[in-house]
């Protein structure tokens, strides 16, 4: 009795917890298609006004576009290296194993605005590059790295050596054993990995403020906008594009990851 | 690992004539030898954008600015004016509000994310990886408009306001709601939400749960049970969490810059300004350390005192 009442008050909670982590995000598209330049209620009549406006932003698509040319080769770049140092600290027993994979997990604890600082003093007082979308890019795989690491170390975790022992043995190359047991095994989490990276570096807003000279990238973009009331409902349309876009992929990629491992079966266990 | 040394070395037994061959041979063998060699690559990138500029921030640090030149002879000038409150009290006053600032969205985190993490651990038990997802989801959205939608809510024009005018509660919009510590902390804390409840979720899903049951059995109420089991075993994962919420959220400055005000300013935001318009990078690269050594003193103390304690706790 007294449990079927916890459950409930934690029931209720839950769905308040779902309603103030949605609530907000939710206001974006609801605004975007209310007929006014201020974001107030109560709303007005609807329109698709500032889609079209969105649509017809020459600086708008021209940042879209430098925002997935760095995400799409920030995404490839991240998943290679993060496999390769997956692999070798999941399968081979290392000494100063922890030491190196504090090193590479340290972007997750360093604020964002040190990183970047940190790689403009590099760039800018020592090397003396040009920013572009090259130096975005950089800092990018710098901070993707360590996500592609962790879901890749999460997928080889408890991966059976014995098949690629059996391959060798029976006569298959590194090559070979590679394209025939390891990446079939691994792929679930290549993709989420990819998926996961490409959203990050899209989204990412203070490495590329600092690294991105003249070409802005979409968040930079947005955030140059946020000044202007008048571009408010337009921010609010592409906003929700990006979400609905994001939230697409996100849900994929975790369905990917999730799918045979783990999580999936412990979600399984209980109904069998 | 014996075993298979052995059974490689026997193919290899040709391949011993020439240099390339032993270096083959080697490569075959060393267990070791692949797995650095397969870490390099990775190693490598992040050593160059990763070590090299936080060694290069650190270096700066020491250096001075001489209004358009850099003076690069050593000195610990920055560090003299970071913590001379005397004379410029607005460093250690700004470090000191990101800090309680930040101490504040992490305890609000932690406490509104704990009972989530409860919940999918002991509660659901069907569709367990829709919750997960649901949770996770709005993570990977934009920080930025995240951050903008709750401008666009609290704001002088914004939903909160003109929605209690649009129902004659009020007829004066609450002046109150952005632009303070407490805006940007309520932000925060929806920011950083999946942070908090995946890894005190892990935690207590490894709980075993016959501890549970056997603290029943043996006359543990659920409240008892809950701070006697259920709270200590989860630690790790609370711990993990306080950390990856505190630790980052310091040196946040865009939360601020758009809804904190002037009141809401934090250290983050000072330094960037130091990076651009003061153009003093070297007492902004200062800045930088003195808040990554601070955060880490204070975490490294939060952490030695937990782990006296779990220490003392085993000892009894």
Redesign the interface.
């Known amino acids: 009795m007294a449990r079927r009442r916890g459950s409930d008050g934690l029931s209720i909670y839950a769905t308040l917890y779902l309603i103030f982590l949605y609530g907000p995000v939710l206001l974006l598209p609801l605004f975007s298609f209310n007929d006014s330049y201020y974001v107030a209620f109560p709303l007005r009549s609807f329109t698709f006004a500032w889609y079209r406006e969105m649509a017809g932003n020459g600086p708008l698509i021209e940042a879209l576009r430098a925002s997935l040319q760095v995400a799409a080769g920030v995404a490839v770049v991240s998943t290679v290296l993060g496999v390769l140092a997956a692999k070798a600290l999941t399968r081979y027993d290392l000494p100063g194993r922890a030491p190196i994979t504090g090193f590479i997990m340290l972007p997750l604890v360093i604020p964002a605005l040190v990183l970047a600082l940190a790689l403009l003093v590099v760039l800018r007082r020592i090397l003396d590059v040009e920013l572009s979308l090259f130096t975005v890019a950089a800092g990018h795989v710098m901070l993707c790295v360590p996500y592609a690491t962790l879901v890749m170390i999460s997928r080889l975790e408890g991966f059976d050596r014995s098949l690629e022992e059996a391959a060798t043995d029976l006569g298959d190359n590194a090559w070979q054993t590679f394209w025939r047991i390891t990446f079939p095994l691994a792929w679930p989490g290549i993709v989420s990995s990819l998926l996961l990276c490409f959203s990050a570096s899209f989204d990412e807003y203070v490495l590329a403020a600092f690294l991105s000279g003249n070409q802005a990238t979409l968040p930079v973009f947005i955030f140059s906008q946020l000044r202007f009331p008048q571009r408010l409902p337009g921010v609010l349309a592409l906003g929700s594009c990006i979400l609905l876009g994001s939230l697409m992929l996100v849900a994929f990629a975790e369905w990917i990851r999730r799918r045979g491992t783990g999580a999936a079966t412990l979600d399984l266990a209980p109904a069998t | 690992m014996a075993g298979?040394l052995e059974?490689h070395a026997g193919p290899e037994g040709n391949a011993r004539r020439s240099p390339g061959g032993r270096l083959r041979l080697a490569w075959r063998r060393s267990?070791?030898l692949?797995?650095?060699v397969?870490?390099s690559?990775?190693?490598l990138?992040?050593a160059i954008?990763?070590?090299?500029?936080?060694a290069?921030?650190l270096l700066?640090s020491f250096w001075t600015q001489d209004y358009v030149t850099?003076d690069t002879s050593f000195t610990l000038a920055n560090y003299a004016a970071i913590f001379d409150y005397a004379q410029s009290p607005i460093y250690l006053t700004l470090l000191g509000r990101s800090l309680l600032m930040s101490a504040a969205a992490t305890a609000a985190v932690i406490l509104?994310a704990f009972?989530?993490a409860?919940?999918l651990a002991f509660?659901v038990?069907?569709?367990?990886?829709v919750w997960?997802?649901?949770?996770?989801?709005?993570f990977?959205?934009?920080?930025?408009?995240?951050i903008?939608?709750?401008k666009?809510?609290l704001?002088f024009?914004?939903?909160i306001?003109?929605?209690l005018i649009?129902l004659g509660l009020i007829h004066q919009p609450l002046e109150f709601l952005l632009y303070n510590p407490t805006a940007v902390t309520i932000t925060l804390a929806?920011a950083w939400?999946a942070y908090a409840i995946l890894p005190i979720y892990v935690s207590l899903e490894k709980i075993d749960r016959s501890l549970l049951e056997a603290a029943t059995d043996l006359g543990d109420g659920?409240v008892k049970r809950f701070f006697r089991i259920t709270l200590p075993l989860a630690a790790p994962g609370t711990i993990a969490a306080t950390?990856?919420v505190f630790?980052?959220?310091?040196?946040?400055?865009?939360t601020p810059a758009?809804v904190g005000g002037t009141s809401g300013v934090m250290v983050?935001n000072i330094?960037?300004a130091l990076?651009g318009r003061m153009n003093n990078?070297p007492l902004?690269?200062a800045l930088?350390v003195a808040?990554?050594l601070t955060v880490t003193l204070l975490v490294s103390a939060l952490l030695w005192r937990g782990g006296r304690r779990r220490r003392s706790a085993q000892a009894l």
């Open positions: 298979r059974r267990e070791r692949r797995g650095y397969l870490l690559p990775t190693l990138v992040m954008l990763l070590g090299l500029p936080l290069a921030l700066v850099l509104l009972p989530i409860y919940f509660r038990t069907r569709r367990k990886l997960i997802i649901l949770i996770t989801l709005p990977w959205t934009s920080y930025l408009l995240r903008f939608a709750w666009v809510i704001g024009n914004g939903l306001n003109s929605g649009s929806h939400a659920p950390l990856l630790i980052p959220t310091v040196g946040d400055y865009v758009l983050g330094i960037q990076f990078a902004g690269a930088s808040m990554m």
